[in-house]
């Protein structure tokens, strides 16, 4: 496994616990402004681990694609997870 997938692992990980800690916070009746907080933090996380997951992308899969004269693949696959990250 790369560092980089390593990275995101653990990083996965911590957000499973981040998720786990919502349930609870639901189970015991925790003020909603406080479990908002941290549904918004895990939000940000998974922002993160896709953006590492674009980046490490980008300078894998597309860069060989592009060496490869698959510059059409390797743009629809860019321009579509760029549109599936505004929604």
Same mark, same amino acid.
């Given at each position: 496994?790369?560092n ?5 692992? +653990? +990083? ?29 933090a !895990?939000k940000?996380?998974?922002s993160?681990?896709e953006?590492?997951?674009m980046e #490490?992308?980008? #300078?894998?899969? !597309? ?8 510059? #059409? ?7 579509? !997870?760029?549109?599936?990250? +505004?929604?």
């Amino acid at each position: 496994m790369t560092n980089t997938k390593k990275k995101i692992a +653990r +990083r996965l990980k911590i957000i499973e616990g981040q998720v786990r800690g919502l349930q609870e916070m639901i189970e015991k009746g925790t003020y909603c402004i406080d479990v908002i907080t941290q549904t918004s933090a !895990v939000k940000q996380a998974l922002s993160s681990v896709e953006d590492a997951l674009m980046e #490490n992308h980008l #300078n894998t899969c !597309v860069a060989h694609q592009m060496k490869k004269g698959e510059k #059409n693949t390797a743009v629809k696959e860019v321009l579509k !997870v760029y549109k599936l990250k +505004r929604k």
